[in-house]
Nanobody, 123 residues
Framework: QVQLVESGGGLVQAGRSLRLSCTAS????????LGWYRQVPGKQRELVAL???????NYGDSMKGRFTISRDNDKNTVYLQMNSLKPEDTAVYYC?????????????????WGQGTQVTVSS
């Protein structure tokens, strides 16, 4: 099993920055992709940013140029640096790990989610 624990959310004024962290624990040898998604009530969960084990990244359109995703493979941790925050960035942010191998010889599989962390941006 894999557990994901997010931290770093909170209340911040528009224009300021926040940094989210998410650490995966459990039976982990490697993780294919780590990502952040967000959701507001009544809307579908949307991609914020994704980073593969090779370092390739993908961002949601409204986050490009403001958010930066990074990962530390040794710590099984993914970070999301959010700059120039806007009130519309207010949401619950979820960490995701996709394709986890428990050993050198096992296939990457599974899709895991953290419990979410609230980010609120005031105007």
């Amino acid at each position: 099993q894999v557990q994901l624990v997010e931290s770093g959310g909170g209340l911040v004024q528009a224009g300021r920055s926040l940094r989210l962290s998410c650490t995966a624990s459990g039976s982990i040898f490697s993780i294919n992709a780590l990502g952040w998604y967000r959701q507001v009530p009544g809307k579908q969960r949307e991609l914020v940013a994704l980073i593969t084990s090779g370092g390739s990244t993908n961002y949601g359109d409204s986050m490009k140029g403001r958010f930066t995703i990074s990962r530390d493979n040794d710590k099984n941790t993914v970070y999301l640096q959010m700059n120039s925050l806007k009130p519309e960035d207010t949401a619950v942010y979820y960490c995701n790990a996709n394709g986890v191998a428990s050993s050198r010889w096992s296939a990457r599989r599974g899709d895991y989610w953290g419990q979410g962390t609230q980010v609120t941006v005031s105007s």
